[in-house]
């Protein structure tokens, strides 16, 4: 964020708006005219991170802000691991990072022995800003920094880094530099609004909820390859630095990540889960008896657009049978299968008065591991549902995902190696239905020029072509479960 004011408080109000993109740390970097960083970082969410003597120590009208949950480096417990990260040279950076690198092992080697720079962690965020500082380095031609050497890094740094990126950066005493990897496969957002005095104060942000809430007026969405940086004056610069992108975001994004009120590629979250719910709701009538059902619920709270939309096309009485306890983290995206396990029931509580004696319906964004779907149906048996079906907004997930949501291992997956009655049966549901892949593309491209989307963990299919099966056994050996 580049502000004409103090942006502390900017910063501080836009992560709590992207908390549920993690809750495993958070930090903000800000700085003045004078150049100087501050920084405050810790585990755990924002409300409980920062305190007033941090906020007061924030200080600067230009800075950034993340929050982190674990997809690769140490575990989620270790603070080292928190952005931003640092390097004091050229000039002074720090970056956040949203996504995940897959050519760690390489760039690691380079960086030692060609650029000689030392890295302090195994966060592949370290390593994307060692890989700017020194083609930043590398750039500069004279005392002063200009956008076109910072584009010129950027391009070098599209020439080297694989996989997936989202970044801002901050650099000492020039402004704000964000860029996106060239497969967008990470959503990155401009926004901008006008001070009283005329000047333009810029954001840039993973959601447009952060933009919205903030009085910004929606510029557009950071192109695949792109980068964009915008000086202390508030004067915005912007150049493709990829010759060849093309824009392919993650379907996840829209499955499970991002919060409904979001819209990112110019694709509303909350209308391709409705989508999603129409689509699923033809599959479930192909092989399910859906006459025997009486009442249709969504495990709060990313699937209820799909539940209603499912609910409304098959004629079936929409219910809302679980209460969900709003102050636990989001399941899906905690450290470690034993605390997935313990959180589902503190989570959500399934009312007996809307489960005794009925056949029901349940409808949830999808199904990963399988740990929390499991625990649900047997609530739901608990609370004394005849019989359960169970349906899932999102296809098998059979793959890793490899570009910045934590699903590193085949094992883990229920659905890896097994048949969809495998995995009812394992699951324990009656019956056990399953978005088709092609009806999730379309739900979410549908009315845009889109023509492709990271469907990695669906299909197998890694699109920036760099991930080989060598490489998703060392991952598998490797990386945070």
């Known amino acids: ?96 990072h949203n996504g995940n690198l897959t050519n760690t092992r390489e760039l690691t080697r380079e960086l030692f022995h060609t650029d000689r720079r030392h890295l302090n962690t195994s966060s592949d965020t370290e390593l994307l800003l060692n ?35 989202a970044a801002v950066a901050l650099i000492s005493g020039y402004g704000l530099v964000a860029f996106r990897d060239p497969f967008g496969i990470r959503p990155l957002i401009l926004g901008r609004r006008t001070c009283p005095s005329g000047r333009d104060e810029w954001v840039v942000a993973s959601e447009s ?100 939309q499912v609910a409304r096309k098959l004629g079936i009485e929409y219910r809302e049978g679980f209460y969900k306890n709003h102050y636990v983290g989001r399941t899906f995206i905690m450290p470690g299968q034993a605390v997935r396990k313990r959180s589902v029931r503190q989570k959500l509580n399934a009312m007996s008065s809307e489960f005794k004696g009925k056949h029901v319906l349940l409808i949830d964004d999808s199904i990963v591991r399988g740990t929390t779907s499991k625990e649900i149906i047997q609530m739901a048996r608990d609370a004394g549902a005849v019989s359960v079906t169970f349906a899932s907004a999102a296809p098998p997930v059979r793959y890793p995902h490899v570009y910045g949501i934590n699903m590193p291992s085949r094992q883990e997956l229920v659905a890896h190696g097994r048949t969809i009655p495998e995995v ?40 920036t072509g760099t991930v080989s099966e060598e490489y998703l056994r060392w991952v598998e050996g490797t990386q945070v479960s």
Do not use: W
């Not at 009812?424 to 979410?444: P, S």
């Open 1 to 96: 964020m580049v502000g004409q004011g103090p942006v502390n408080q900017d910063i501080y109000d836009s992560l709590l708006l992207l908390q549920h993109r993690g809750q495993d740390s958070t930090g903000i970097a800000t700085a003045g005219e004078a150049g100087i960083f501050h920084m405050a970082k810790a585990r755990g969410q924002v409300r409980e991170a920062f305190r007033t003597r941090d906020m007061r120590s924030l200080l600067g009208n230009y800075g950034l802000g993340h929050v982190r949950y674990a997809t690769s480096g140490a575990a989620a417990s270790s603070e080292e691991e928190a952005q931003p990260f640092y390097v004091n040279a050229p000039y002074g950076i720090v970056l956040v």
């Open 131 to 165: 890989v700017l500082a020194n083609e930043l380095q590398q750039s500069i031609n004279g005392v002063d920094l200009d956008p076109g050497q910072i584009f010129q890094a950027v391009t070098r740094v599209h020439e080297r880094v694989e996989g997936s990126y």
């Open 209 to 308: 909820l952060v933009l919205e809430n903030g009085g910004f007026e929606i510029v557009r969405d950071i192109e695949p390859g792109e980068a964009v940086f915008i000086d202390l004056d508030g004067t915005m610069s912007a150049r493709q630095c990829a010759p060849k992108a093309r824009l392919t975001p993650c379907a996840f994004e829209y499955v499970y990540l991002a919060r409904p009120d979001t819209v990112m590629n110019g694709i509303s979250v909350y209308e391709s889960r409705l989508r999603m719910g129409e689509r699923l709701a033809d599959t479930i009538a192909k092989h399910v008896p859906v006459e025997t059902i009486d009442v249709v619920m969504p495990i709060p709270d990313s699937s209820r657009p799909a539940a209603m």
């Open 424 to 463: 009812a049966e394992v699951l324990g549901a009656d019956h056990l239905v399953f978005q088709e892949i092609d009806d999730l593309r379309a739900a979410i491209i549908e009315g845009t020029e889109i023509d492709d989307l990271d469907l990695c963990c669906f299909d197998g299919r890694y699109v």
